[in-house]
């Protein structure tokens, strides 16, 4: 990733609230999160979601409504194992090439597409390659979605067709509130699932979780501590009266 636009991505993280913009997990996280694009995928998502239940693991679908609309019954067995869907656009078309107004259009279309078919309102997006515009941040959030990127890329659509991202995993040293990067729509994430469940418990982490999981997290110690300030005033306040 070019490091201006890193760079750029890392201090909106810092400064925006997580419920709008999200890069990696809060630090309260216990674990990391798997995260899925381009799905779902005939062949490969099954293979994929079998995988996942294996280990127990809840993991994140940014899914392409042009693929749902194919295959609802993928996009209805990912809610149903517990795991959590986003929207990743209709097309998933080039960003280059994609004006806002298209941006919205398509997002909308996924939106009510999706939820006719599994009841449920996406909150959750994540654009093409990462790359939006001030106009499309600003359009995601009028349509009030979270934006999620990551901060974990193994570039498993690169990867070797012998070895996958084997040797990414090698390496890779999982800490709390990553957000890995991966693709139901090539075979290289289903090998890798076992070994990456192997380098996080060898690192202690705790479990797999879903972004939302993440976010629900949050509001709840957002409340939590709302509530702690507003009986720390009452009881000034009652001191004060008192006096």
Known sequence: MNPFRQGMKTMMS????????????PDTATGIALTFDDGPHPEYTPRL???????????????????????PRLAKRIIAEGHTLGGHT?????????SARKLMDEVRRSLD?????????LSLFRP????????????MWKLQQTIVLWNCDPRDYRADAVQGIQPWVQDYRPERGDIVLLHDTHPHCIAAIEPIVQRVADQGLGDFQT??????????IARSESDELLLETSSVGAVHDAK
């Open 113 to 121: 597409l999706i939820e006719d078919l599994t009841l449920q309102r």
């Open 128 to 139: 093409p390659k990462g790359k939006l515009s001030l106009a499309k941040t600003i359009g």
């Open 211 to 220: 972004i939302d999981q993440w976010l629900s997290l949050n509001k709840r």
């Open 90 to 98: 209709y097309t998933h078309s080039e960003p280059t090439e994609t």
């Open 49 to 71: 979601l079998d995988e996942l239940q294996k280990f127990q693991i809840r993991a994140t679908f940014f899914v392409v409504g042009e693929a749902v609309e194919r295959f």
């Open 14 to 25: 810092a400064v925006l609230p997580r419920e709008r913009w999200l890069t990696r997990g």
